[in-house]
């Protein structure tokens, strides 16, 4: 049988020592302008691709719930659409 090359292929290790998700984390609130970092917690559905854990970036706008955070993919400006769990304030 071939295997899944679905997006957290090879990647659900990484993810699973990590710490549980707390109702504050859930309900965080973000202004427009915020500077966020995109950091994977461990809800395993509705998380943003793998590749941008860790990428710092800028909401945009906000859609239902979750947030747009538009981010420098080497050179090129990308939007990744996030929940509030999966976002870190970062300080100046």
């Known amino acids: ?3 899944s090359k679905g997006k ?3 990647r659900t290790r990484k993810l699973k020592g990590r710490e549980k998700l707390t109702i504050n984390q859930m309900l965080q609130k973000f202004e427009i ?3 966020v970092a995109i950091d994977i917690r461990r809800n395993a559905k509705n998380i943003p ?3 941008f854990n860790g ?3 800028k909401i945009i706008e906000k859609r239902g ?3 747009v955070v538009e981010i420098n993919d ?3 400006k990308k939007k990744v ?3 509030p769990a999966d976002l870190k304030k970062v300080e100046k």
Do not use: C, Q, T
């Open 81 to 83: 659409i996030a929940l």
């Open 65 to 67: 719930k979750a947030y």
């Open 49 to 51: 691709h793998p590749r």
């Open 55 to 57: 990428r710092i970036g």
């Open 33 to 35: 302008g915020d500077v």
């Open 8 to 10: 957290l292929s090879k």
């Open 74 to 76: 080497y050179n090129v």
């Open 1 to 3: 049988m071939i295997r």
